[in-house]
């Protein structure tokens, strides 16, 4: 009679073990997130089984001179390979994240349609739709004539197999990893077992055969990516799919690369074929301004080495509210509230009596502390009820002090905002710069006490 497995409690969130159910999780403090699974034997792919007494394996040497050098795949998508370092690298596992709906198929479709375009053996499994689904969608995206190789499965025994049994592939997809299942595991697809089992099995698979892989990943309601965090340390890369589904624009961002930089980001559109690349995301951004309005900067922003020039609008109104209220989208409200704290402490202009909203237009998220300066001017601009010239952009740190700190990468700015037709720009004091090139008129300023000096405040 086989003896029967052993139960353990593993928390969904943060993968903790425990030995009994509780309803709040010791470790990451999440209720209701223990599931009860079975204590089985290692997962299958790992290349360990209990009881084994294991080999030698030889060792090398980091002088070791390879006879010639990884090339990389080069999708022929450039604001992916932008993200990716400049291509996608064999035997890399790239895991993608994003919100449902936000065009993560989409994007792997036409990547494996451009691998098997190049001549390449690329496979696309997909386990949330049916085959049949997945050629509508190629149609929909002028991709039905492609040779691209399709099957809908779930079940990793079954995918490991057919990946052995047939070509080497150049490119394997799997949407997603959530529905994926081990039959040696007892426990549903999407638990942290499964989740843990498929992507190690998968990705131990990529690396000894030399494949790239490509892994969809389900996010929780906070954005990040579903399943516990130790997914996120076997793969190489992982992307994140942002944007708002009202808007057009989709944002590809690295939140970890072991090929690359982590700073960069590609820009797309979703349109009726499909994903199209933005070539100029500055445009895009600033295409729908409204130069009249008051409340409304243009930030010179850099993203990894791309500048972008994006509109950042402010709209403050008296408040009725005992706490008057801050909303932000696209930008840090902690860093909104200390930026208020400044202007009202250093010049002298109060918002305790309005609500403040600030805005990023096109579904940008910023991170750069250099748009202290654009959001002052889009905020001082909105209380005062005057517009700001439309010729003019902005680009500066704010210190506690009221001081305007000198940003980085001030040329390629400056550059940017001179090729799209901006005559003005106000940019710290501190730093040097080379202005033989530049048309633009320049007004450094010390102390943000000098930007509400400019505005007439």
């Not at 360990?48 to 060792?59: E, Q, Y």
């Not at 079954?158 to 959530?178: E, F, Y």
């Not at 959001?375 to 009820?385: D, G, Q, T, V």
């Amino acid at each position: 009679m086989a003896k029967a497995a052993r139960s353990q409690f593993v928390c969904q969130a943060c993968g903790a073990v425990s030995a009994r159910w509780a309803g709040k999780c010791g470790a990451c403090g999440e209720w209701n997130s223990i599931i009860e699974e079975a204590d089985t034997s290692p997962p299958p792919g790992s290349g360990m089984t209990r009881g084994s007494k294991g080999r030698v394996i030889p060792l090398e040497t980091l002088d070791r001179r390879e006879s010639e050098a990884i090339k990389r795949h080069v999708t022929g998508l450039s604001e992916l390979d932008r993200v990716t370092g400049g291509g996608i690298v064999p035997g890399s596992a790239i895991l993608i994240g994003g919100e449902p709906g936000i065009g993560k198929s989409t994007l792997l479709l036409q990547v494996a349609a451009a691998f098997a375009r190049a001549g390449k053996n690329a496979v696309y499994f997909t386990g949330e739709e049916a085959a049949a689904q997945v050629r509508l969608r190629a149609e929909r995206l002028g991709l039905s004539a492609v040779p691209l190789a399709l099957a809908a499965e779930t079940n990793l025994s079954n995918i490991l197999a057919t990946l052995a049994d047939g070509k080497h592939a150049d490119l394997i997809v799997i949407d997603s990893v959530q529905t994926l299942w081990a039959d040696a595991l007892e426990a549903a697809p999407g638990t942290v077992s499964q989740v843990r089992a498929a992507t190690q099995s998968l990705v131990r698979y990529a690396k000894a055969e030399g494949s790239a892989l490509l892994l969809v990943g389900h996010v929780t309601k906070d954005g990040n990516i579903a399943g516990p965090k130790v997914v996120e340390h076997m793969v190489d890369t992982v992307l994140y799919f942002e944007g708002d589904r009202g808007h057009p624009f989709r944002i590809l961002r690295a939140a970890k690369n072991r090929f690359g930089a982590t700073d960069e980001i590609g820009v797309f559109e979703m349109a009726g074929e499909g994903l199209r690349e933005v070539a100029n995301p500055s445009e895009l951004f600033l295409g729908d301004r409204t130069s009249n309005a008051p409340g409304s900067a243009v930030f010179a922003g850099m993203e990894g080495t791309r500048p972008i020039l994006v509109e950042i609008q402010a709209l403050v109104v008296p408040s009725g509210l005992g706490t008057p209220r801050r909303a932000v989208v696209g930008w840090d409200a902690s860093r909104l509230a200390m930026l208020l704290a400044v202007i009202d402490a250093r010049c002298g202009i109060s918002f305790a009596q309005h609500d403040v909203y600030l805005n990023v237009a096109g579904g940008l998220k910023i991170t750069e502390p250099a748009a202290d300066l654009a959001a002052a001017a889009a905020l001082m601009s909105s209380i005062s009820n005057v517009a700001l010239p439309p010729d003019r952009i902005y680009f500066g740190e704010v210190s506690l002090s009221g001081a305007v700190r000198p940003s980085g990468h001030m040329p390629s700015r400056l550059k940017e905002a001179q090729k799209l037709g901006f005559k003005r720009a106000i940019l710290p004091a501190a730093g040097d710069l080379e202005t033989g090139s530049l048309k633009l008129e320049l007004s450094r300023v010390e102390h943000i006490k000098g930007l509400a000096d400019a505005l007439g405040l």
